[in-house]
């Protein structure tokens, strides 16, 4: 995508200290935007999907100057597997030797040389300008030489050499989808007898996420959202995909009566809503709401249901969250979901979507496969099993608990609910997929059996868990 000429605006004036000034080329202000939410990404634990709007509004960024930046920054980060690899033969030193804001200069430059229309002189020699503000000249120099060996081949042609047929698979498709290989195992474990999608599974993780909104029954409709340039979305009733433009754009949305939300986090919750029950079916519980975006379609489902739902977070700016996502069917609270504020028994139906590696949702969160580790995995079980224990005593016997989590690691799904299943007795698993394929006839390839599973390959969803199991 070839960076476009902006009208430059008096906004020099209003400058706040640390933000570039808009001397210069627009696309030059663009890559340095990029560039300061990659190494922020880096040296500070941001998130790019939180620091990046940010960025763009404080430096008068819009369109397709934005557009460009969101490219340059998530596109940086999410390829960096790949780019490092083919870095690594094209400079004379170790990677490892290279300061930090360098290395990150030569990986946006590869990205554009790789994975953009961008030509390859404007490539090098904008990642030749960012290296010598940001490094000096010498480094300037350096990054020229490495820039120039990376140009001589398109990504294609690379990936035969980083990333060869016939060496060894994990290590090839680590590199060739620039995933960690931690993640290729334990994604192509969580794919079991179907591994063989291993490849269109990775590749799915490096595509831009469709904008997925939920129109809240009740609240808002979907003719509403279509009205708004929405499209019908495939899976969920309440789903619409906006092709493009700014969701908050919607009034609806604005308003808070649709989100966005990704259509296989709208079908757990409506399966939860779904799940066969005998008695009372007034008391709903959210155990790990925030941000809110599965209690507030509950909450609006709950309005129709003369249901009301008690919707919980540990963090109390999460729970302000949910507080905005809700109907008045809600109450939010700020608690703890292992050391409990609700009797035993209290409810009729419980949602604990668990703090997870998030691995379901590389998509969205392009820097996530770099900062989590194994060990994430072990250190979140522990919670991860207490919740699941106190969320089976929140519910009332006949009751039902959905066990969720945005990841498909084997650790985090059916290990947990088996592990705490075979230290209790009377709690049975219910058939998730067919709940599922209640409030959304049609939906396959989501497994057989007790658990469910969606994928982005098959779905263009998040990989997104989920076990309903009753208290008998
Ligand atoms: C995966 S997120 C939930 C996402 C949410 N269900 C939604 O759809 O927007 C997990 C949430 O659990 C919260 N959490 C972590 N530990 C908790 C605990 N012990 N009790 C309650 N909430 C907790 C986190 O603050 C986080 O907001």
Redesign the pocket.
């Known amino acids: 995508m070839p960076p476009t000429r902006n009208r430059r605006g008096d906004r020099d004036r209003n400058r706040r200290p640390g933000t570039p000034r808009r001397t210069g080329r627009p696309e030059d202000l663009v890559r340095r935007t990029a560039f300061d939410v990659i190494r922020a990404v880096e040296t500070r634990d941001a998130y790019a999907n939180l620091l990046l709007p940010t960025r763009l509004r404080e430096r008068g960024l819009t369109g397709r100057d934005a557009a460009l930046a969101t490219e340059l920054t998530y596109g940086t980060l999410r390829g960096r597997g790949t780019y490092d690899a083919v870095l690594a033969l094209c400079s004379d030193r170790e990677l490892r030797r290279v300061d930090g804001p360098l290395l990150d200069v030569l990986r946006l430059g590869t990205h554009q040389l790789l994975a953009t229309r961008i030509p390859a002189h404007a490539a090098v020699a904008t990642a030749v300008e960012l290296a010598r503000s940001v490094s000096g000249p010498g480094q300037a120099k350096f990054a020229n030489a490495v820039l120039r060996k990376v140009a001589t081949r398109d990504l294609d042609g690379w990936l035969t050499i980083v990333a060869p047929e016939g060496g060894n698979p994990t290590e090839r498709l680590s590199i060739a989808h620039s995933h960690p290989r931690w993640i290729v195992s334990a994604l192509r474990d969580a794919l079991g007898p179907d591994g063989d999608e291993i490849d269109a599974l990775l590749a799915a993780d490096n595509d831009r996420p469709r904008v997925t909104l939920v129109a809240r029954p009740g609240r808002a409709t979907l003719e509403e959202l279509y009205e708004a340039g929405a499209e019908p979305a495939p899976h969920s009733p309440y789903a619409a995909l906006l092709p493009e433009g700014d969701p908050a754009a919607i009034l609806a949305v604005r308003e808070g009566r649709a989100a966005v939300?990704d259509e296989a986090?709208q079908l757990v919750?409506l399966a939860l809503a779904a799940a066969p029950l005998d008695g009372s079916d007034s008391r709903w519980a959210?155990?790990?709401?925030?941000?809110?975006?599965?209690?507030?379609l509950l909450s609006a489902v709950a309005a129709g249901r003369d249901a009301r739902l008690l919707a919980?977070?540990?963090?109390p700016h999460?729970a302000g969250?949910?507080r905005g996502?809700v109907t008045d069917r809600a109450t939010v609270i700020v608690?703890?979901?292992?050391?409990p504020a609700w009797r035993p028994g209290s409810f009729d139906r419980v949602?604990l979507?668990?703090?997870?590696t998030?691995l379901g949702a590389l998509r969205r969160r392009p820097e996530a496969r770099w900062r989590r580790g194994p060990a994430s995995v072990a250190e979140l079980g522990p919670?991860q099993r207490?919740?699941l224990e106190s969320a089976l005593e929140a519910v009332r016997p006949g009751g039902v608990v959905a066990y969720?989590?945005?990841s498909p690691h084997l650790a985090e799904t059916r290990v947990v609910v088996d592990d705490v299943l075979r230290g209790r007795d009377g709690v049975e698993r219910l058939d998730t997929p067919a709940v599922l394929r209640e409030v959304s006839p049609g939906l396959e390839g989501i497994g057989e059996g007790s658990y469910a599973q969606f994928w982005p390959h098959r779905h263009g969803t998040d990989a997104m868990f989920m076990a309903l199991l009753r208290r008998i």
């Open positions: 939300q986090s919750a959210d155990l790990c709401a925030g941000p809110g975006g599965k209690a507030g919980a977070d540990l963090q999460r969250l949910v996502a608690a703890d979901g292992t050391a949602l979507d668990v703090p997870c998030g919670l207490k919740l969720v989590t945005c």
